[in-house]
Structure formats: structure tokens, C-alpha cells
């Protein structure tokens, strides 16, 4: 019988990553989220509880996966009565957080006789969806294994499935990867901005990055959004200013010196400030094509 599984979080792609195990036979058994409605609309879709406390996601399942927002929600959720009763269960905690955090998680987690994962996921609401999710695990590698089954079902039967190390290093190169992929995605967004001043064609400018070592994956997924300005949110500024932050600090800490990781979290925290927080990643173009973006006053 396949385990029962709680979600705490449950935006995008919380839901999806429900709706995907739904599909493949494991049963959601509670589902809960501060935005009540949307626990609510997806308790009804589901067929699951829609708990108005954590402690019954706990009660309720076997399995509990967790996608929340930053460290103060991880740590808001973990002793919010998340672990109540929680001996036996195992928590998969999927929110790009500080590393410390993870670490911190799976000491309250063994303190209540139960255990905890680090699901570090480098993909987006298509891919959560789909089942295939680029995922990333730290924690012990017994409780991996115990698990991996289920989280098979999340990365394409386990081909994107990558076991990196004890608590808190999965997040370490979560931190990383988004790190470079914000700042690939800063400088793509300069240089297709200096393309459109100069009057080139984008589309042409394009085709040439990504014959080139201009070419990224970013310029797959942001490139032609940029010139569009087709911003719907994937990944939103906000958590691009966020998980830059994460790895500036991580750098701190090793006494190194990141001058582009900090002049990209710059651009994020001003995106953030001038209300466009909330746009996708690639809406940092807003900030450097020419004529686009009038700053607020003050």
C-alpha cells in the first residue's frame, strides 16, 4: 500500500506535485496552506482533507512534503505544530531555504522520533505537473532510500532524481545553481537591451547568443519573454532576490568576495522595491531596456 501523503503549501507547485502522486496511486491524505481557499479548492479536487491545523496533515499522513516560502516560513510551519505527534513520519522539505535551516529541520524532526529530507528542486510549475522535476535530496541516505520510490514519481522515474549529501548540502548547490541562473539571466537581459538600443533585430541577436558563448539555458526559457515582455511568473523576482541572498551569505561565511552574485541581487531588491517583485525573473529586463521602466518617485 502506497504511503499516504500530506502537503503543507500547496500554490503551484505544491498542487501540481499533488495532482502528479494522485496520479500515480499514492493517496493525498491532507493538504493545508495559508491561503485556505486554495487548500480548500484542492482538498475538493483531490479528494482529501483540507486541514485547518498542521498538526492533522501530520496526523493524517505517512509522508508529509512541504513547499513553502523562506526560512521564517520553514521555521514558522516546524514549530507551528507540524511536529506534533510526528514519531515514524517522514518530512520532505522542498522550499529553497538556507542550508542552515535544513539542518536545523532535521534535528527537530529526529528530536520527535522522525525523520527529514531536503528535496531541492531546480524546475519549475510545467515539470512538477509532468513528474519530472530536476530534484536535488540531502539528508541520510537510508531515509533516501526509503523514499525514493515516491520521489521517482517526481523526476522522471528517478532520472532527475540526484542524492547529494547529508542535511543542508543539497541546499548548498540549490543556492548555486540559482545564484548562476540569476545572473545569466541579469546579463541576458543587459544584453539584449543594448541589442534593442543599438536598433538590432532581437530575434536575430537571439539565433547568434545561442549559437555562441553567449547561449545559457536562460536564454532559451527568458529570451524571447524579454523582448515581449511577456512576464508571467515561473519564478518569481522576489524569489530570485531571495535565493541570491542565500548564496551571498553562503559566501560570506567562506570569506569570498561574489561581485556578480551582489550586483544581480541588487537588480532583484530594486525590482522587488519598485513593485515589480512579483513579476517573473525575466522581468528584470523592465529595469534595462531603454524607456521601459519609470522608477518610482522617492
Known amino acids: 500500500m502506497p504511503e499516504k501523503i500530506g502537503f503543507v503549501g500547496v500554490g503551484r507547485m505544491g498542487a501540481n ?3 502528479r502522486l494522485k496520479e500515480c496511486g499514492y493517496p493525498i491524505a491532507a493538504v493545508y496552506d495559508v491561503n485556505t481557499a486554495s487548500a480548500q479548492a484542492l482538498a475538493q479536487e483531490l479528494g482529501c482533507v483540507a486541514a485547518d491545523q498542521l498538526k492533522v496533515v501530520t496526523a493524517l499522513s505517512d509522508v508529509i512534503i512541504t513547499v513553502v516560502t523562506d526560512d521564517k516560513a520553514m521555521k514558522s510551519i516546524y514549530g507551528g505544530g507540524l511536529l506534533a505527534r510526528a514519531k515514524g513520519k517522514v518530512f520532505i522539505n522542498c522550499a529553497t531555504v538556507s542550508p542552515a535551516v535544513h539542518v536545523w529541520v532535521e534535528q527537530k524532526c529526529e528530536a520527535k522520533g522522525a525523520n527529514s529530507l531536503e528535496a531541492c528542486m531546480a524546475s519549475s510549475i510545467n515539470q512538477a505537473r509532468q513528474g519530472t522535476l530536476y530534484l536535488m535530496l540531502g539528508g541520510k541516505q537510508e ?8 520521489l521517482e514519481k517526481l523526476s522522471d522515474e528517478g532520472k532527475l532524481l540526484r542524492y547529494i549529501g547529508t542535511a543542508g548540502k543539497a541546499a548548498q548547490v540549490k543556492a548555486l545553481v540559482n545564484m ?22 532581437l530575434a536575430t ?5 545561442s549559437q555562441t558563448g553567449a547561449n545559457s539555458r536562460v536564454l532559451a526559457t527568458d ?11 515561473f519564478f518569481s523576482a522576489s524569489h530570485a532576490a531571495k535565493d541570491s541572498g542565500i548564496a551571498l551569505k553562503l559566501g560570506k561565511e567562506q570569506g569570498l568576495n561574489l561581485p556578480l552574485a551582489t550586483a544581480t541581487k541588487k537588480q532583484y531588491d530594486r525590482m522587488v522595491k519598485e513593485g515589480l517583485g512579483e513579476l517573473d525573473k525575466s522581468g528584470i529586463a523592465e529595469l ?3 524607456g521601459r521602466h519609470q522608477p518610482k518617485a522617492g
Not at 531515509?143 to 515516491?150: E, G, N, S, W, Y
Not at 541579469?186 to 543594448?194: H, N, P, S
Not at 523582448?227 to 511568473?233: A, F, I, P, Q, T
Open 17 to 19: 506535485m499533488a495532482r
Open 143 to 150: 531515509i533516501f532510500d526509503r523514499v525514493k520510490p515516491l
Open 180 to 201: 548562476v541562473m540569476n545572473i545569466n539571466t541579469a546579463g541576458l537581459a543587459e544584453g539584449l537591451g543594448l541589442g534593442a538600443a543599438l536598433g538590432l533585430d
Open 205 to 209: 541577436l537571439r539565433e547568434v547568443f
Open 223 to 233: 529570451g524571447e519573454d524579454m523582448e515581449k515582455r511577456d512576464h508571467s511568473c
Open 288 to 290: 534595462t531596456f531603454k
